[in-house]
């Protein structure tokens, strides 16, 4: 029987008035419960989240499926899927009782039904029910991608689903492809964490709509992330072919705030973009680039580890890039990229801005103030670069001796014993180890003894903003400057080198610290846009912010 129409699902209430609430957004709510009672509760939460579609996984269930009840009232379209054990499904029964759990979903008057390619002809259309023909693979992106996708396309079907697990960052590529190719509505997305851009960008190129769990705490395909994390952090309802990409590349790349802050940026300052993190193996850099290319990546916050090689696939260096050989801004020009660092800055305008003024009013200057460092690796490297650049007398001091030796060595500066740095004096003291980030909160790399007042005390750290050494510090007098400020402004300025506007930076710093507070101490924990809404202005954070690390693997 032919397709009724290829549209994407619409609920019926929402058919083109002018008084029809906001049009739904372009997400699949998964729901996989074992209880029907705990199913309703799901598609009324996805109904209230306005989402455009829930697919119920009645392979979860624990008991026979009752479609009166799961049918009855439904608030949104529903689509049935019953998954296998190979395509990572929890179906007891054999095969012949899966085809026909799906027939009888079909009669039972399910809006969507979603049958894997390979038997998709033997389960045929009937009454209203449309189709979406699949292919999940949780081992590899098959070499014959485009031969599945041809016979998939030949099928009875409504909308295609492809889901990948892929294996190098081409493979990623390789099945985003395939939404430039199609001729019929096709979601095309690759599972597990280097796949997790990959379901975000969907609606930016042309898919109907892409999948989402409704409950963070039970994401049913690995790399899966929140309706809350889509609509919040990643605003998918925005999505068009317009919609200009940027992102953050590093492994690892799942807990990074820059998403959080630049998506949330853009929207305030309604530019259509949307920043994404892409995970890319160390020696990748390059290969990720050349094999997403048809995304146009306007700009990219680099971080480990691939700030040296960022410098190699730039046609564009910045002097202080040329001179560090480190960057971790790549930004699109007419010739390709230029690279740029923006980390120096941020720690000097971080450190200026928390610097008492001289007895004269003016400013103060890092210029002959004596200051430590403490750790011997990345963000040591930057801290002392700039600081000795500043005019500044640094000595650095580690955990591993040596590291400290070899990089005061390269700096041409002081080194300290670890042992020693309780003793030694100083008017800025900077922490670039991880030591108090956490869950290791209640560490400090130095006694609260060492801080006194008219001191500067700079955390690196991030997570927590309010680490155990800057409590100290602040206890002791010390002027403190965190992490999440240096975070901030190196964010701010690769915002403004993106899309050449001034950034919001207080709602950026807004949501950061939303996105590092636990929900169980935050007053208003209400998605973003909810708040927004009611508020009738953008405001920051929510459950999609803090959900961001979306359990499972991404
Ligand atoms: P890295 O290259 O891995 O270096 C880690 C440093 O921390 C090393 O010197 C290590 O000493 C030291 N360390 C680790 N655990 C320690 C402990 N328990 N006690 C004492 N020293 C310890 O990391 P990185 O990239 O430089 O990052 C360092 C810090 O900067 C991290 O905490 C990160 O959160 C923060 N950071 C902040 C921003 C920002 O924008 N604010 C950006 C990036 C990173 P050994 O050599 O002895 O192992």
């Known amino acids: 029987m032919a397709a009724e129409s290829n549209n994407p699902p619409q609920p019926p209430s929402q058919a083109g008035t002018d008084t029809a609430p906001r049009k739904p957004d372009p997400i699949c709510a998964v729901i996989a419960r074992t209880r029907h009672d705990m199913i309703h509760a799901e598609v009324m939460e996805a109904a209230r989240r306005n989402v455009m579609l829930a697919e119920l996984r009645l392979d979860y269930l624990a008991k026979a499926a009752d479609f009166g009840r799961l049918l009855a009232d439904k608030p949104l379209p529903l689509l049935a899927t019953v998954r296998r054990r190979e395509d990572g499904g929890r179906f007891k029964g054999t095969e012949q009782e899966r085809r026909m759990l799906l027939r009888q979903a079909i009669v039972a008057g399910f809006d969507w039904v979603d049958i894997e390619e390979d038997i998709i002809q033997s389960v045929p259309r009937y009454g209203k029910t449309k189709r979406i023909v699949s292919y999940h693979n949780f081992k590899e992106v098959p070499d014959d991608l485009h031969g599945l996708?041809?016979?998939?396309?030949?099928?009875?079907?409504?909308?295609?689903?492809?889901?990948?697990?892929?294996?190098?960052?081409?493979?990623?590529?390789?099945?985003?492809?395939?939404?430039?190719?199609?001729?019929?509505?096709?979601?095309?997305?690759?599972?597990?964490?280097?796949?997790?851009?990959?379901?975000?960008?969907?609606?930016?190129?042309?898919?109907?709509?892409?999948?989402?769990?409704?409950?963070?705490?039970?994401?049913?395909?690995?790399?899966?992330?929140?309706?809350?994390?889509?609509?919040?952090?990643?605003?998918?309802?925005?999505?068009?072919?317009?919609?200009?990409?940027?992102?953050?590349?590093?492994?690892?790349?799942?807990?990074?705030?820059?998403?959080?802050?630049?998506?949330?940026?853009?929207?305030?300052?309604?530019?259509?973009?949307?920043?994404?993190?892409?995970?890319?193996?160390?020696?990748?850099?390059?290969?990720?680039?050349?094999?997403?290319?048809?995304?146009?990546?306007?700009?990219?916050?680099?971080?480990?580890?691939?700030?040296?090689?960022?410098?190699?696939?730039?046609?564009?260096l910045e002097p202080l890039v040329a001179q560090t050989q480190s960057a971790n801004t790549l930004v699109r020009t007419a010739s390709g990229f230029k690279a740029l660092n923006t980390d120096r800055p941020a720690i000097l305008d971080s450190l200026v801005a928390g610097l008492p003024a001289n007895p004269d009013g003016t400013p103060g200057t890092l210029n002959q103030k004596i200051a430590m460092v403490l750790g011997a690796g990345g963000v040591a490297r930057s801290v002392a670069h700039a600081l000795i650049g500043a005019g500044a007398f640094v000595s650095?001091?580690?955990?591993?001796?040596?590291?400290?030796?070899?990089?005061?060595?390269?700096?041409?500066?002081?080194?300290?014993?670890?042992?020693?740095?309780?003793?030694?004096?100083?008017?800025?003291?900077?922490?670039?180890?991880?030591?108090?980030?956490?869950?290791?909160?209640?560490?400090?790399?130095?006694?609260?003894?060492?801080?006194?007042?008219?001191?500067?005390?700079?955390?690196?750290?991030?997570?927590?903003?309010?680490?155990?050494?800057?409590?100290?510090?602040?206890?002791?007098?010390?002027?403190?400057?965190?992490?999440?400020?240096?975070?901030?402004?190196?964010?701010?300025?690769?915002?403004?080198?993106?899309?050449?506007?001034?950034?919001?930076?207080?709602?950026?710093?807004?949501?950061?610290?939303?996105?590092?507070?636990?929900?169980?101490?935050?007053?208003?924990?209400?998605?973003?846009?909810?708040?927004?809404?009611?508020?009738?202005?953008?405001?920051?954070?929510?459950?999609?912010?803090?959900?961001?690390?979306?359990?499972?693997?991404?």
């Open 149 to 316: 996708f041809r016979r998939m396309h030949e099928a009875d079907a409504d909308i295609i689903k492809i889901a990948c697990m892929p294996r190098e960052i081409e493979d990623v590529a390789r099945v985003l492809d395939l939404l430039r190719f199609t001729k019929k509505p096709t979601i095309a997305l690759c599972m597990g964490d280097m796949g997790l851009a990959s379901r975000v960008i969907q609606g930016a190129l042309g898919a109907p709509f892409t999948y989402a769990a409704i409950n963070p705490e039970r994401l049913p395909a690995p790399g899966m992330l929140t309706v809350g994390q889509l609509q919040n952090i990643y605003g998918v309802r925005r999505l068009n072919k317009e919609t200009k990409i940027f992102g953050v590349v590093g492994d690892p790349i799942g807990h990074s705030l820059s998403p959080i802050v630049h998506n949330i940026g853009f929207r305030k300052l309604g530019i259509n973009a949307l920043y994404l993190p892409f995970k890319v193996p160390e020696g990748k850099l390059s290969n990720f680039l050349a094999s997403h290319s048809a995304l146009k990546i306007q700009g990219l916050s680099v971080t480990i580890p691939h700030k040296e090689s960022a410098v190699h696939q730039a046609t564009e």
């Open 396 to 554: 650095i001091t580690n955990r591993t001796d040596e590291k400290a030796q070899k990089l005061a060595a390269e700096m041409n500066c002081r080194h300290v014993e670890w042992g020693m740095r309780l003793g030694t004096l100083c008017d800025i003291l900077v922490n670039c180890t991880s030591c108090g980030m956490y869950p290791e909160v209640d560490e400090s790399p130095m006694h609260k003894s060492s801080c006194h007042s008219g001191m500067v005390v700079m955390d690196t750290i991030y997570n927590p903003e309010n680490t155990l050494l800057i409590k100290q510090a602040r206890e002791h007098g010390a002027t403190v400057v965190t992490g999440l400020d240096m975070f901030i402004r190196q964010a701010a300025a690769q915002f403004r080198e993106f899309v050449g506007q001034e950034p919001p930076l207080d709602l950026m710093r807004q949501v950061a610290k939303n996105a590092l507070t636990p929900i169980s101490v935050r007053k208003d924990n209400r998605p973003a846009e909810e708040k927004e809404e009611a508020k009738g202005k953008e405001e920051p954070g929510g459950e999609g912010a803090t959900d961001k690390a979306g359990g499972a693997s991404a």
